[in-house]
């Protein structure tokens, strides 16, 4: 990671991305070895599952290639049958097997087909060990939010062994005076948050606005319109809060899902087009990956209509994010997949047992590196009692046979994969985009450049990525009980790839062409310029400072929902519920984007949904 990145290194890095997007149908990952792809994936069981591998991604390629279509002739038949198959073993597939299992019973079988190295889809985390310390961040999903007592998803965490709600942070550590560190990596806009302004606003040496908002901007090189339009907004927000909807379908969800966010923050808050793209884009929106030009308003706000939490207790966050969540669901699943006890601590440190995954003769199982390419019913939807899926794993295409099916993963492959679907559900599909993102963290040996400048949190308006923020890590964690501005600590930047202006489908095409076409080597280089050109002048030096980056790339990370998604356009259905509510024949289907929210509490909830669907077909 410490290597001088020569001239020669970034020319043929450029060219290679940019020569990439210009090579018609040759696929990117064909110009790029597997290591410039993946770079360095980090230590642990996670080791290597960064995102989306360039093993993965290539296989899924040959999916939207139809390479397997027709099936060849050599397709292994293992014989194994199974009650139930779940496509995809990410929050939303994981939760299935555990429902089914609970629902039909233990003795019921059920097989999870898992495509990464490792389960848990985007709750997944990267490791580190720097000077000694193993730290973790998240992948992808990242917020825990507790539950309203009672509610189903508090009955559901309590039930794979998480009841705590708040839980214990590191305290702070050093001779240094305190400053407060948020739970997450999201800024909040305390008085130890700052804005850097950079040559975008006439400042090549960088200029930095601490507590932007207790100055009321002064200072900020920006127009006078554009700080008051901004201030405004905040103001507005303080002393006149405007009227949100109060549940799923009212009036306010249904206007606001008639525009785009964009149109509602200029709307509602008097701002200036420029104004939105220039500050608030793309964090205004990044929940569903895309800027607020291209999004439903209602996106903004659909998961607190549709999933309520104790907002007293804050957001908490397990130290790799919500893979606290998936390796809950794995142990009650499967207890012999996580060697230690079921609590907090036991969950999060123990190594995964493999093995004890994907056992002949076992009731649940959960097979990884094993890519469903077909899920086709044999014979007519309508009367079929089986269903063939075809797998591909090491190179070779295997099928299983099954009562049922849960489709949980993704829009994007699963429209290609499930054989002979409906005309609707194929519409349903088409109204789908989801757009990537690319999750990079960087370990640091100490944030002290930082704690210089008087800042724990800032966000930037140019370069690579926007914000980023230290955070207290929960002390269940393999980590020291302390932080200090001399602690390691891992620094995540999400990278979001909008183009306002351009419609949704160009966006996320876009978007994805970029991630696909540029090598680790290239992003590093940006990474590492870019906290260069921020921090340098506090005394943070990249050559000694960074300890390592790890990129993990989503090439669908969001369900990115245009206006119309939640309720429906010129009188037609909305396409997720053409899907929730009408499974095919012994397919039903799950996965978070059937709601148009990301969030690992609505792929719960679509998993409990579709397992309950398929109702009689497992007890014929």
């Not at 193993?134 to 965490?157: C, D, I, N, V, W």
């Not at 966050?317 to 699943?333: D, E, I, Q, Y």
């Not at 076992?362 to 089986?386: C, F, L, M, N, Y």
Request: charged share 20%; glycine share 12%.
């Amino acid at each position: 990671m410490d290597e001088r990145i020569s001239r020669r290194d970034y020319l043929n890095s450029a060219l290679l991305a940019s020569g990439a997007l210009l090579a018609g149908s040759m696929c990117p990952l064909d110009l790029m070895a597997e290591n410039d792809w993946d770079g360095f994936g980090g230590v642990g069981d996670y080791g290597g599952s960064n995102g989306n591998t360039f093993e993965v991604m290539t296989e899924a390629h040959k999916i939207r290639d139809r390479v397997f279509e027709p099936l060849p002739a050599d397709v292994v038949d293992t014989g194994e049958e199974y009650d139930c198959v779940v496509v995809g073993g990410g929050i939303s597939g994981l939760a299935a097997a555990l429902f089914f299992k609970r629902q039909y019973g233990p003795r019921r079988t059920c097989l999870v087909l898992e495509n990464h190295a490792v389960f848990g889809g985007e709750a997944r985390r990267n490791e580190f060990m720097v000077d000694g310390q193993r730290l973790m961040a998240h992948q992808g999903s990242a917020m825990f939010f507790p539950p309203l007592p009672g509610t189903f998803l508090a009955e559901f965490y309590n039930s794979i062994g998480i009841d705590v709600w708040q839980f214990p942070y590191q305290s702070w550590g050093g001779r240094d005076p305190e400053i407060p560190l948020g739970r997450t990596p999201y800024p909040d806009g305390a008085k130890t948050s700052g804005f850097f302004f950079g040559a975008k606003f006439g400042h090549p040496d960088g200029l930095w606005v601490v507590d932007p908002w207790g100055k009321k901007l002064e200072g900020a090189p920006i127009s006078e319109s554009a700080r008051r339009e901004w201030l405004g907004m905040r103001t507005k927000d303080a002393t006149q809060p405007r009227k949100l909807p109060e549940r799923h379908g009212d009036a306010i969800s249904r206007h606001l899902d008639s525009i785009t966010l964009e149109q509602d923050l200029m709307e509602t808050y008097g701002l200036g087009r420029e104004t939105v793209r220039n500050f608030l884009s793309p964090v205004s929106g990044g929940g569903s990956g895309l800027g607020a030009d291209a999004l439903s308003a209602y996106a903004e706000y659909a998961a607190d209509v549709l999933l309520p939490w104790d907002y007293a207790k804050g957001a908490q966050m397990f130290p790799g994010g919500n893979a606290g969540v998936a390796r809950h669901m794995v142990k009650a699943l499967i207890p012999e997949a996580l060697s230690g006890p079921g609590t907090l601590e036991g969950i999060c440190k123990s190594g995964v047992n493999f093995p004890a995954l994907d056992r002949t003769g076992q009731p649940s199982r959960i097979r990884v590196r094993a890519t469903a390419v077909s899920v086709q019913h044999e014979g007519a939807p309508a009367t079929s009692k089986d269903v063939k899926v075809v797998y591909s794993q090491s190179g070779k295409l295997a099928s299983v046979r099954a009562r049922s099916v849960i489709m949980a993963g993704g829009s994007w492959t699963t429209k290609h994969i499930v054989k002979r679907m409906p005309v609707t559900h194929r519409d349903a599909y088409a109204q789908f985009y989801r757009a990537p993102c690319l999750m990079a963290n960087v370990a640091v040996r100490n944030w002290r450049f930082l704690y210089k400048l008087g800042i724990s949190e800032c966000q930037w308006f140019e370069g690579i990525g926007n914000y980023t923020a230290v955070r207290k890590m929960a002390t269940f964690g393999p980590l020291t009980p302390t932080v200090s501005p001399d602690s390691p600590v891992v620094l995540t930047l999400k990278i979001l790839f909008s183009s306002p202006g351009l419609p949704i489908g160009q966006q996320v095409t876009h978007g994805r062409s970029e991630l696909l076409s540029t090598p680790f080597r290239e992003y590093e280089r940006r990474i590492r310029e870019q906290f260069a050109m921020m921090f340098s002048s506090a005394g943070f030096d990249a050559r000694r400072d960074i300890a390592g980056i790890i990129l993990n790339r989503w090439g669908h990370a969001y369900l990115s929902a245009q206006p119309g998604f939640f309720f429906g356009a010129d009188g037609q259905p909305a396409p997720g519920e053409v899907l929730r509510n009408n499974p095919h024949g012994r397919i039903a289907f799950a996965n978070s984007d059937l709601t148009g929210i990301m969030d690992h509490r609505a792929s719960i909830i679509e998993a409990h949904r579709a397992v309950g669907q398929l109702g009689g077909l497992v007890n014929e």
